[in-house]
């Protein structure tokens, strides 16, 4: 298309002043008749989509998301797209994190899987201090019903460990199956803002008032339950001894399913 071309020989730098001077005005109404770009005065460029057909403008949304531009260190026109594509590249899975998605790959659903190799990506930016709102807002829409909460979890590092452990425990079962492991990983991602992890490295009464922290403000919003979850066998006391804490409380029901050998528990506080 000729108007294109004639915007990147613009871009590239034959009128200066629109670049240092920044003014770009776009779907504006000039006067020009004929002509869908018009530079006023060299220093200002127009252009006027309503001058394109239908196929011109597509094509015109999908080159202007192409185009970067660069005078003299500071960016003119950014595109995300690129900066964003440079962002994942530097981020990219290696090393541990391919150890950690070669573990995961036939355990968990292939949607989770591409999701938490994303989420290694965000992960690997917030620790080089770089901004993820991006990268975690793709993640959230591509994903909606459990993105955010698996980004969440990869960047606390429970895929390192906790679900590691979980599977390690459930293999000990003479009845293992991994589809039930893969809907186990589902149902804590999903459930994640209504789960207390019950973790030897804090102490119990951290985890006590946790619990009472987290009742209390889903008991706020009406969410209706509360889940805590415990691997290994210290902690499934301690998740049973914080129960304790909740048998007299009429208006609060527990649920609690506990593996045979006693090292994984899940138990649901509602109310």
Same mark, same amino acid.
């Given at each position: 298309?000729?108007?294109?071309?004639?915007?990147? #020989? +613009?871009?590239?730098?034959?009128?200066?002043?629109?670049?240092?001077?920044?003014?770009?005005?776009?779907?504006?109404?000039?006067?020009?008749?004929?002509?869908?770009?018009?530079?006023?005065?060299?220093?200002?460029?127009?252009?006027?989509?309503? %001058?394109?057909?239908?196929?011109? %403008? &597509?094509?015109?949304?999908?080159? $202007?998301?192409?185009?970067?531009?660069? =005078?003299?260190?500071?960016?003119?026109?950014?595109? =995300?797209?690129?900066?964003?594509?440079?962002?994942? %590249?530097?981020?990219?899975?290696?090393?541990?994190? @391919?150890?950690?998605?070669?573990?995961?790959?036939?355990?968990?659903?292939?949607?989770? *899987?591409?999701?938490?190799?994303?989420?290694?990506?965000?992960?690997?930016?917030?620790?080089?201090? @770089?901004?993820?709102?991006?990268?975690?807002?793709?993640?959230?829409?591509? *994903?909606?019903?459990?993105?955010?909460?698996?980004?969440?979890?990869?960047? /606390?590092?429970?895929?390192?460990?906790?679900?590691? @452990?979980?599977?390690?425990?459930?293999?000990? @079962? &003479?009845?293992?199956?991994?589809?039930?492991?893969?809907?186990?990983?589902?149902?804590?991602?999903?459930?994640?803002?209504?789960?207390?992890?019950?973790?030897?490295?804090?102490?119990?009464?951290?985890?006590? !008032?946790?619990?009472?922290?987290?009742?209390?403000?889903?008991?706020?919003?009406?969410? !209706?339950?509360?889940?805590?979850?415990?691997?290994?066998? !210290?902690?499934?006391?301690?998740?049973?001894? +914080?129960?304790?804490? *909740? /048998?007299?409380? =009429?208006?609060?029901?527990?649920?609690?399913? +506990?593996?045979? %050998?006693?090292? $994984?528990? #899940?138990?649901?506080?509602?109310?």
């Amino acid at each position: 298309m000729i108007f294109l071309d004639k915007l990147k #020989t +613009i871009f590239e730098g034959k009128f200066g002043d629109i670049l240092s001077n920044n003014k770009f005005s776009l779907f504006h109404f000039s006067k020009n008749v004929n002509e869908p770009l018009e530079v006023k005065n060299e220093n200002t460029l127009k252009i006027d989509l309503t %001058k394109l057909n239908e196929e011109e %403008k &597509e094509l015109f949304k999908k080159e $202007i998301r192409n185009i970067t531009i660069q =005078k003299e260190g500071d960016a003119f026109l950014i595109n =995300k797209t690129i900066r964003k594509t440079q962002k994942i %590249k530097k981020n990219l899975p290696k090393d541990a994190d @391919e150890l950690l998605l070669k573990f995961y790959r036939n355990k968990i659903s292939p949607e989770m *899987y591409k999701a938490l190799e994303a989420s290694l990506i965000v992960r690997n930016a917030f620790i080089n201090n @770089e901004d993820i709102t991006e990268l975690k807002k793709d993640i959230r829409n591509k *994903y909606p019903t459990f993105g955010n909460n698996l980004c969440n979890l990869t960047t /606390r590092n429970y895929f390192d460990d906790h679900f590691k @452990e979980l599977y390690l425990k459930m293999l000990e @079962e &003479e009845d293992f199956n991994i589809r039930v492991y893969q809907k186990k990983i589902e149902y804590i991602v999903k459930s994640l803002p209504y789960i207390a992890f019950i973790a030897k490295d804090k102490t119990y009464d951290e985890l006590s !008032g946790e619990v009472m922290f987290k009742l209390a403000k889903l008991k706020m919003y009406g969410t !209706g339950k509360l889940i805590l979850h415990g691997l290994g066998k !210290g902690n499934v006391e301690t998740t049973l001894k +914080i129960l304790e804490e *909740y /048998r007299n409380d =009429k208006d609060t029901c527990i649920d609690i399913e +506990i593996n045979p %050998k006693r090292t $994984i528990i #899940t138990a649901t506080l509602m109310f």
